[in-house]
């Protein structure tokens, strides 16, 4: 599984940078490289959209090392997205997000 994640933002320029060190403190704290990709980004009413493709390597430590306890959704695709909005949330992002994909 790799999940695919949209993620939208008024404020691309200051959130883009706090997004990849997120990303990077999370592939450090499961012990893996190349755990996600960020995909370009695109404007729409005033808001500018971009993807995260999670690897399934790294899927597959979050699921596993109960860093998703807690998280709330009934399904595993809800539990993973609420786990990595409040885990952008925690490290100062204020970026929206929805799940795109989780196969």
């Given at each position: 599984?790799?999940?695919?994640?949209?993620?939208?933002?008024?404020?691309?320029?200051?959130?883009i940078p706090?997004?990849?060190?997120?990303?990077?403190?999370?592939?450090?704290?499961?012990?893996?490289?190349?755990?996600?990709?960020?995909?370009?980004?695109?404007?729409?009413?005033?808001?500018?959209?971009?993807?995260?493709?999670?690897?399934?390597?790294?899927?597959?430590?979050?699921?596993?090392?109960?860093?998703?306890?807690?998280?709330?959704?009934r399904k595993?695709?809800?539990?993973?997205?609420?786990?990595?909005?409040?885990?952008?949330?925690?490290?100062?992002?204020?970026?929206?997000?929805?799940m795109i994909?989780?196969?």
């Open positions: 599984m790799n999940p695919l994640f949209q993620l939208s933002t008024r404020s691309y320029e200051k959130e706090i997004v990849r060190q997120a990303l990077a403190d999370l592939e450090t704290e499961c012990n893996i490289h190349n755990g996600y990709k960020i995909g370009d980004s695109f404007e729409k009413f005033g808001w500018t959209f971009f993807n995260i493709q999670i690897s399934e390597e790294l899927t597959k430590i979050i699921e596993e090392s109960g860093m998703m306890k807690g998280a709330l959704g595993i695709e809800e539990q993973m997205t609420n786990f990595m909005g409040h885990y952008l949330e925690t490290k100062g992002s204020k970026v929206r997000i929805k994909n989780y196969g």
